[in-house]
């Protein structure tokens, strides 16, 4: 028997990691860090809205810091996609 035929295909699978892949489908095939950026402002905009004008006073400033901080770590994960070159 012959060894099987390896092909291009699989070497590129190798490169690939399963990380990046992830983050490909949430960011799309080509992302770029503008929009990213722009769609975490503009959803932590509506939900810090939302919560002020419809909830109790202790409960909008908790829930709103809440929003706040997880928009600080998606800038926090942006800034490192960037520097590692996910974003062109």
Do not use: R, W
Not at 6 to 31: F, Q, R
Not at 44 to 71: D, E, K, R, W
């Amino acid at each position: 028997m012959s060894p099987p035929e390896s092909s291009s295909d699989s070497a590129d699978t190798v490169t690939d990691s399963k990380i990046t892949d992830g983050i490909a489908l949430l960011t799309g095939e080509d992302p770029a860090l503008g929009p990213f950026l722009l769609v975490v402002g503009m959803v932590t905009c509506v939900f810090v809205a939302v919560f002020q004008l419809t909830l109790p006073i202790p409960i909008a400033y908790l829930l709103s810091a809440g929003v706040l901080f997880v928009t600080a770590l998606s800038i926090g994960f942006a800034l490192v996609l960037n520097s590692l070159g996910h974003f062109e």
